[in-house]
């Protein structure tokens, strides 16, 4: 069993909108108390986008702040991605991350601090 789901992605101009949704394959693992959002791009670390903790305190990647806005829904264990106003250096695959242990801001934005992860769904932004 896939442990998160992503889906959403797509091709899209610069200056357009995606919104990027995660199912979590259990229950156990959709109330994990930290979820989270990353990209990558061959060649390249993971990069942090957005994370939501259990309490709903949110925080983004300074790249993404004011564009991209992470939500979740606490019923159905879904988290997702609304991204607005995509530059092309926003092109990636983006990957869904949850955890058991506690949102803490040392280590939100760094990969190996998260114990499940999704497949990934490629987004695109033409110039």
């Known amino acids: 069993q896939v442990p998160l789901v992503e889906s959403g992605g797509g091709s899209v101009q610069a200056g357009g909108s995606l919104r990027l949704s995660c199912a979590a394959g259990s229950g156990d693992i959709g109330s994990s108390t930290c979820m989270a959002w990353f990209r990558q791009v061959p060649g390249k670390e993971r990069e942090g986008v957005a994370r939501i903790a259990s309490d709903g305190s949110i925080r983004y990647a300074d790249s993404v702040k004011g564009r991209f806005t992470v939500s979740k829904d606490f019923r159905n264990f879904t988290l997702y991605l609304q991204m607005n106003s995509l530059k092309p250096e926003d092109t990636s695959v983006y990957l869904c991350?949850?955890?058991?242990?506690?949102?803490?801001?040392?280590?939100?934005?760094?990969?190996?601090?998260?114990?499940?992860w999704g497949q990934g769904t490629q987004v695109t932004v033409s110039s």
């Open positions: 991350a949850a955890r058991t242990a506690y949102c803490s801001a040392t280590t939100d934005f760094f990969d190996v601090a998260y114990d499940y």
